[in-house]
């Protein structure tokens, strides 16, 4: 489990600036991972994005939100300007 710092005082100048928090994953696990969310039919892109959602869920108690993704699988020049997911 991720040890999260989630409380602290808003800074008194906002910014758009971002942090990162580096974590390690232990291969073995990401092996097991991409193993389990290609058996359902899924990618590992997929199967983090879902992970990530979770982890939002469980940590702000909310089920209403969405995540904005900037790419899905427009590998046709034709198909860049449509709406909506694309899977093979």
Known sequence: MLDLPTDRARPTILSSRGKRLPITIDSELTQRFSSLVVSKGANLYTGLIA???????R???????AIGIALANR???GLQHLIG????
């Open 59 to 65: 940590m702000g108690g909310g089920d209403d939100f």
């Open 85 to 88: 997911y694309f899977a093979k």
């Open 75 to 77: 590998h046709h020049e």
């Open 51 to 57: 992970l990530y959602m979770l982890m939002l869920h």
